[in-house]
């Protein structure tokens, strides 16, 4: 697979096309918080967002709630917990972190 992060200039531009604050441009990056998401969208950082954050935001802001509903279910068919709705600092029921 070959990924080339958007640069922090685009990530910005797409913040401002949807017309997010950073809190919501973390929750659909699947980021704890966002701080988390600044440091992404800081110049002088140049850090990069890896693909499976971008790909779980493009996913969330162009397809169709049903099939959104359709990936978490797959998830949690496999085993895992998600709730995107979630306060990011809540636990698992494991008490695992949920990611």
């Known amino acids: 697979m070959l990924f080339r992060p958007p640069t922090v200039a685009q990530m910005n531009q797409w913040k401002e096309r949807l017309n997010f604050s950073g809190t919501q ?15 992404y969208a800081d110049e002088n950082k ?8 971008l790909f779980m935001g493009a996913a969330l802001v162009t397809l169709p709630q049903p099939d959104i509903d359709r990936v978490l279910a797959t998830m949690r068919e496999i085993g895992a917990t998600i709730d995107l709705d979630a306060d990011p600092e809540s636990s698992a029921p494991s008490g695992e972190p949920q990611p």
């Open 46 to 53: 140049q850090q990069g967002i890896p693909p499976a954050n």
């Open 25 to 39: 441009m973390a929750r659909i990056l699947g980021l704890k918080s966002a701080r988390r998401w600044r440091e």
